[in-house]
């Protein structure tokens, strides 16, 4: 294991598996579990049951991961916010925040403070690029997720670029940029589509992996009819909900409840590779579960992820959105989750996932890789201590660095001058 960081490290070898074990009461000293910690014996004292977890291994990976754009963003903060005043004793402060800290400070209004990409043209010079599809009008009930975008890039103020236990720092690894929001027309659902779809092919052609902060669930539609003309082959969909989301029209149009009935119609996007994972309560028309038993959708409910478990769960959802598929799309309906954790939402359904059970399936499903993600029907309005906007930030987060560290992402380095993160370009 090197000693010294190493700034090109990128890929990291996972933790062993939460099953793993080894030092599990094995070999243990009588006085040397819990409740004995002052056990004389250092050799078994009670952290060895932890000696090959996950929090051994976070703290190990730490020292892998490089700290040069670290580096490089308080150098610019000194060079364009002004060297701090004599009297502070941190040399690195600045005058004017352009950086990460004061985390509270120098929003500059993107996603976890990544860089702006004004110039769209530009977007294959990135790995990763976010962009809001700021719409409601797709909203059938409370509105509001039009301000989704603008909740969600806020809610990551209080972020670092850095996961402790996944081992990931995206500031050093990953070439992500943020280019803003696709310019929708409010109250006309079909142009927005077609606004949304445009950005979504810009982006999607040019291998660029996609993030999208909704926006209403409408938005799954134009999203996957944007990507689709570029896979060569069939997409699976990772759709977690509280709703189905399968029936054709809604009060008379395309609505936020009709997403998949219209994304799976399109040809290499077959209703069998949709895998809908939450599903359940009171809010689910029966016209959309009439079309999801006639096309053959996968439903797991909040109650089978309670008796099959996460793992499993995991498992089946990969099988079925892969099979035969070329790519999958996670779409995540931020009301998966129970309504006591995300308020901000437009249909908000108790019963749902925990948001630890949420993450976690996320980790999972992300691992085989993906080709994009989009985090819907955060609604700001409703959001009153912003634990929506930070939840849908926490599953944009976690995907973005399990694809960097099994090796999906994190690859591409930025050619062009310009504001960049992740690693160096090959001298
Ligand atoms: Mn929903």
New binding site residues.
Partial sequence: MPKTPKPHKQKISKPSSGNDSRHDGQGESPGSGPGHSHSHSHSHSHSDAFATKEGKWAQDAEERISLFRHDEEIERGLAFGLPGSPTLVDKTIPTFSRGELPHFAGERGTFLKTPFLEDVNQVEDAEVAVFGAPLDSGATYRPGARFGPQGIRRSTNLFGTYCFELGVDLREQLNIVDIGDVFTIPGNLEKSFDQISQAMAHVYQRGVFPVILGGD?SIGYPTIRGMAPYVDGNIGIIHF???V?TQETDLDERM??TPWFHATNIKNAPATNLVQIGIGGW?SPRAGVKVGRERGTTIITVGDVERVGIERVAEIALEMAWKGAKAVYLSF????IDAGFVPG???P?PGGLLPREALNLIRMISAPGLAGLEV??CAPPYDWAEQTALLSSRVILDSLAILVREGHLGKKAALNDRHAWGPRAAV
């Fill in positions: 669930h909900d509280r709703h989301d936020h409840t809010q309906d931020i009301d998966v939402t437009g249909w359904e819907v029907e």
